[in-house]
């Protein structure tokens, strides 16, 4: 069995999803965020993880996740925070983000059943170039740190770290992250019934899109 980990951000207006403003508000945007985070927490709720860990920054966790373990990241850029989470777990654990809402239990179970013998991590690549899920056998913080984050080459980067280090990669769907609202209206798209594209669409449709300055 597989330790399932979040990594969110409390959904504060001005701090998270600051580049889908404009056309949405500030507080569109973490509202955006927190829809996303809901549904994340659905389709994680239909896998058998052993545990469950929250790794947050904030102080107010996201509903639906009471039960979680809760992790504080560690300062630091994010290769050294993702780094010192899985040296924090034990056994095969799964790392998912906030960012993907139209992701689904049945795309997160080849991790939750008996995992394969010939399979030493999960892979799943980012649109963007970065990647959605990284899961390993044997969690070990190195296989990140020194990984440049957020950049177009991101996924390869680290794809290719965990081959140099002689691990077998079973490669999951590529996903879109939601960053800009472009990206935002795919997700919606492809995934119509949940809270994030309901929200999007309810946004999108009024009037009070009115933007505000991004604090400084």
């Not at 509903?63 to 899985?86: I, K, N, W």
């Not at 957020?150 to 002689?166: F, K, N, P, Y």
């Not at 119509?192 to 505000?212: E, G, I, M």
Request: hydrophobic fraction near 45%; glycine fraction near 6%; include cysteine.
């Amino acid at each position: 069995m597989t330790t399932l980990v979040l990594i969110a951000k409390e959904t504060i207006p001005g701090r998270v999803k600051t580049r889908l403003h404009p056309p949405l508000t500030l507080e569109q945007a973490a509202e955006l965020a927190a829809a996303a985070i809901a549904d994340t927490l659905d389709a994680a709720a239909g896998v058998p993880a052993d545990r469950r860990v929250l790794l947050f920054d904030g102080n107010r966790v996201p509903p639906g996740s009471e039960h979680y373990d809760v992790m504080t990241q560690v300062s630091g850029d994010l290769d050294e925070r993702l780094g010192a989470m899985f040296d924090a777990c034990d056994g095969p654990t799964a790392l998912i983000g906030m960012d993907t809402p139209q992701l689904t239990a049945d795309l997160l179970a080849p991790m939750f059943t008996d995992w394969p013998a010939d399979v030493d991590a999960f892979f799943g690549p980012a649109t963007d170039g970065g990647f959605w899920c990284l899961a390993l056998r044997e969690p070990t913080g190195d296989l990140l740190r020194g990984v440049p984050m957020s950049r177009d080459d991101t996924g390869e980067i680290q794809l290719q770290r965990l081959r140099d280090a002689g691990l077998r990669v079973w490669m999951l769907q590529p996903l879109t992250d939601v960053d800009t609202i472009d990206d935002a209206r795919e997700v919606a798209a492809d995934a119509p019934h949940t809270r994030f594209a309901n929200t999007l669409t309810r946004f999108l449709a009024s009037d009070s899109t009115s933007a505000v300055e991004v604090p400084r």
